[in-house]
């Protein structure tokens, strides 16, 4: 580098500095997913970046596998602006925002480049905008995990196998409403839970992910895996509206800039490996059952019936859908 171009890129970073001391910010992001996860990865990039762009002046600390506390925990940290921070499943913000419910619609994505494009969309981006009033965070753009699929350790050939089955879900209500439907016994608990929980037999059959599947072996205590793909797993970059409120409006411009972009390429990370990690679990040798939205029956009627008194986004999601196929 020319001396002239060091004093300039000097002067610029002495710029960047005197301006965004003001506003120095040590911004602490939690999350659920462990340290390897796509999830994390992405968290610590935004952080690497964030620091960068504000020339040193913030940064983020990352906590992931719940070291802050579930993701109940997180969102209410969130609220009163203990936690700065969080990539969440949009699964526990629709606990407290049943309009998100919607993108749990069985079937809503054909695969997992649809469940993308979906995310991308306008109809999904404005599904945000209610946030900071009904929740107390700002949503600044979506990322998300595989499409789900099912692991039991007994076998499963029609859908009336998982019938009366101890299935662990993710604790929100769409996915409790849609086995409840199929007529599992669908039993909430939280990740860090799951292994433990299907090694030991406290649950007959998870309902998981590919990637988590096949990183963290959880086909180790399965004897079939249904590769159904029947929901996609959106999740999403919050920042607590408190803390919103208190940043200075570049700051708020480059934070929601550069969460976004590393929320969103999860996106991407997820449609370029999940093929890969599905047939690694098929390679397992296990049982491997692919299945379509025919081996849930009336299942996915019923859950339609109930989501569409409980979302009026369900039909703009639907229509993007059909827009983006
Ligand atoms: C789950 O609850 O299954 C889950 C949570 C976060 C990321 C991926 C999966």
Same mark, same amino acid.
């Given at each position: 580098?020319?001396?002239?171009?060091? +004093?300039?890129?000097?002067?610029?970073?002495?710029?960047?500095?005197?301006?965004?001391?003001?506003?120095a910010k040590e911004f602490r992001l939690g999350l659920i997913t462990p340290p390897p996860h796509i999830w994390t990865k992405a968290a610590e990039a935004f952080g690497e970046e964030l620091s960068e762009a504000s020339g040193g002046a913030h940064s983020v600390s990352v906590f992931p596998a719940r070291q802050l506390g579930n993701e109940a925990e997180m969102l209410q940290q969130l609220q009163t602006g203990a936690l700065d921070m969080a990539f969440m499943t949009v699964a526990e913000v629709s606990n407290r925002a049943p309009e998100l419910g919607a993108f749990y619609a069985p079937y809503l994505a054909d695969?997992?480049?649809?469940?993308?494009?979906?995310?991308?969309?306008?109809?999904?981006?404005?599904?945000?905008? &209610?946030?900071?009033?009904? @929740? *107390? @965070?700002?949503?600044?753009?979506?990322?998300?995990?595989?499409?789900?699929?099912?692991?039991?350790?007994?076998?499963?050939?029609?859908?009336?196998?998982?019938?009366?089955?101890?299935?662990?879900?993710? &604790?929100?209500?769409?996915?409790?409403?849609?086995?409840?439907? @199929? *007529?599992?016994?669908?039993?909430?608990?939280?990740?860090?839970?799951?292994?433990?929980?299907?090694?030991? *037999?406290?649950?007959?059959?998870?309902?998981?992910?590919?990637?988590?599947?096949?990183?963290?072996?959880?086909?180790?205590?399965?004897?079939? +895996?249904?590769?159904?793909d029947h929901m996609m797993f959106p999740m999403v970059g919050l920042v607590s509206a408190k803390v919103w409120a208190g940043l200075s409006d570049d700051d708020r411009a480059m934070v929601a800039e550069l969460m976004a972009k590393h929320v969103d390429s999860t996106i991407d990370s997820y @449609?370029?490996?999940?093929? *890969?990690?599905?047939?690694?679990?098929?390679?397992?040798?296990?049982a491997y059952k692919k299945v379509d939205a025919s081996f849930f029956g009336d299942a996915i009627g019923e859950w339609n019936a109930i989501w569409s008194e409980k979302t009026s986004s369900l039909d703009a999601l639907r229509e993007t859908a059909a827009s983006t196929q």
């Amino acid at each position: 580098m020319s001396y002239f171009r060091k +004093i300039v890129v000097s002067a610029a970073t002495l710029l960047a500095l005197t301006s965004w001391s003001a506003q120095a910010k040590e911004f602490r992001l939690g999350l659920i997913t462990p340290p390897p996860h796509i999830w994390t990865k992405a968290a610590e990039a935004f952080g690497e970046e964030l620091s960068e762009a504000s020339g040193g002046a913030h940064s983020v600390s990352v906590f992931p596998a719940r070291q802050l506390g579930n993701e109940a925990e997180m969102l209410q940290q969130l609220q009163t602006g203990a936690l700065d921070m969080a990539f969440m499943t949009v699964a526990e913000v629709s606990n407290r925002a049943p309009e998100l419910g919607a993108f749990y619609a069985p079937y809503l994505a054909d695969d997992i480049g649809h469940a993308g494009r979906i995310l991308r969309s306008d109809t999904a981006k404005s599904m945000l905008e &209610p946030l900071p009033g009904q @929740v *107390g @965070v700002v949503g600044v753009g979506y990322g998300m995990a595989g499409l789900r699929q099912i692991v039991s350790r007994g076998e499963i050939n029609s859908s009336e196998d998982l019938s009366g089955l101890k299935l662990r879900i993710t &604790p929100f209500t769409p996915i409790l409403d849609f086995y409840n439907a @199929v *007529g599992a016994a669908p039993t909430p608990m939280p990740l860090p839970a799951v292994y433990d929980a299907l090694a030991n *037999g406290q649950v007959d059959a998870i309902d998981m992910d590919a990637e988590l599947i096949w990183v963290l072996k959880y086909y180790d205590h399965a004897d079939t +895996i249904v590769q159904s793909d029947h929901m996609m797993f959106p999740m999403v970059g919050l920042v607590s509206a408190k803390v919103w409120a208190g940043l200075s409006d570049d700051d708020r411009a480059m934070v929601a800039e550069l969460m976004a972009k590393h929320v969103d390429s999860t996106i991407d990370s997820y @449609v370029e490996k999940e093929a *890969g990690w599905l047939e690694q679990i098929e390679g397992t040798g296990k049982a491997y059952k692919k299945v379509d939205a025919s081996f849930f029956g009336d299942a996915i009627g019923e859950w339609n019936a109930i989501w569409s008194e409980k979302t009026s986004s369900l039909d703009a999601l639907r229509e993007t859908a059909a827009s983006t196929q």
